[in-house]
């Protein structure tokens, strides 16, 4: 899952338990969905992406400063978690929501399309709770 600043979900996708996360951070980035802005043209992808230490590979960062987006990966060895910790909540804390939703939380649907779909779904509803508060 892929969230803004304040925790709503911008793009989601599943993937096997035997897949490495950095391998699956290209097609997430690829969905988000251009947002529309009241002034200037519209805004297609993130300015900066922070991710922690399972991200840390240079094709990821050359792939992300190709599509103009400042990599804040923590670097395995180098730098502390505890920095990556002020942004990293908000994720953690959006990633945990869904887990409301009965049909996340024990995965009932055996095909991925229909995991998929339901994930949608609650994504769908986080962003609605969060915009009418």
Known sequence: MLTERTGLPLSIGISGANLHDSQTLEPLVRGVAP???????????????????????????RWLRSRNITPRIAR?????????????????????????????????EREAEDFLASAGIAAALICYRRLTE
């Open 35 to 61: 947002v529309r802005s009241r002034c200037g043209p519209r805004r297609r992808r993130p300015a900066k992406l922070h991710a922690d230490k399972a991200y840390d590979h240079d094709h990821l960062r």
């Open 76 to 108: 395995r060895r180098i730098d502390s978690s505890e920095r990556l910790g002020r942004y990293r909540w908000t994720v953690e804390r959006t990633v945990a929501w869904p887990a409301g939703c009965r049909r996340l939380h024990r995965r009932y």
